[in-house]
């Protein structure tokens, strides 16, 4: 008569699962998913910077016919929103056509499978698509001062200005990429947020009808435009240039919010 016997590791197995591993934690995680998505974006890198610029030095010359150079505040509009336009093509438009293609193609479930915050996802994505912004938004504010005739000594503000403006267009885009239901409606989303990021941020504010206006103070971007449009004053109200940085800082934190809670509400479906 033989016995069976039962080994201790099948005890132990039979008794029940192994625990997981423990979530990682926010700023690792965001570290790791920053890396891997501007490994991937790197390959589109050089035509990504040269549509942008592109596209936003082409409305520079176009306007160039219509605005006087000089120490005017529609040519300060015109520079500064032209600038600002770089990154709602990459932030807001792209963005939105990269989480709507996720979305359709079942790329999100990679990213449900990883021991990773939310957040982290969101916020590394973003992150990775913005950092491609500031080299094109430099390129287009230094042509657009000399084109206007505009002083150059305060460009460094677009250090502040690009990742404010550039975190409150990511989390709409993000958002708008989760939360429609086809990749064709993201990409309709993305690219009515980049019209109206053109139209209301580098036409000039004096010559725009009043509904135009509330609109206007709807879109974050244009916080960043008055922001960077400010320093090209002879003498810049530095207390309104931090008003105008906060609104986009504040702004930035509720739509990357936004995005966060359409990404859990994406993967869990």
């Known amino acids: 008569m033989t016995l069976l016997s039962v080994s201790p590791r099948t005890d132990r197995s039979t008794a029940g699962a192994a625990p997981l591993a423990p979530a990682a934690r926010l700023l690792p995680a965001l570290a790791a998913v920053y890396r891997a998505q501007l490994a991937r974006a790197k390959v589109a890198r050089i035509p990504l910077l040269f549509v942008a610029t592109f596209q936003s030095i082409g409305i520079l010359v176009m306007m160039r016919g219509v605005v006087d150079a000089g120490q005017t505040s529609a040519a300060r509009s015109v520079v500064a929103g032209s600038s600002v336009l770089v990154v709602a093509f990459v932030a807001l438009n792209l963005l939105a056509q990269y989480f709507g293609k996720l979305r359709a193609t079942g790329g999100l479930d990679h990213y449900a499978t990883l021991p990773v915050p939310a957040?982290?996802?969101?916020?590394?994505?973003?992150?990775a698509y913005a950092s491609f912004t500031l080299p094109g938004t430099v390129v287009t504010?230094?042509?657009g001062a000399v084109m206007f005739g505009l002083p150059l000594g305060q460009l460094w503000?677009?250090?502040a200005v690009v990742p404010l403006a550039g975190a409150a267009l990511s989390g709409l885009g993000a958002a708008c990429g989760l939360l429609a239901p086809r990749q064709e409606i993201a990409t309709m989303l993305g690219q009515l947020g980049m019209s109206a990021a053109l139209l209301l941020g580098v036409l000039p504010v004096d010559r725009l009808p009043q509904p135009v206006l509330w609109l206007r103070d709807l879109l974050p971007s244009t916080y960043g435009v008055e922001a960077f449009a400010r320093t090209f004053a002879?003498?810049?109200?530095?207390?309104?240039?931090?008003?105008?940085?906060g609104v986009c800082a504040g702004v930035g934190v509720v739509s990357l919010a936004l995005a966060t809670w359409a990404y859990r509400r994406a993967v869990s479906r």
């Open 141 to 143: 504010a230094v042509v």
């Open 119 to 127: 957040a982290s996802v969101v916020l590394g994505a973003a992150a």
């Open 234 to 245: 002879p003498s810049p109200d530095w207390g309104m240039v931090l008003v105008d940085l």
């Open 157 to 159: 503000v677009l250090l």
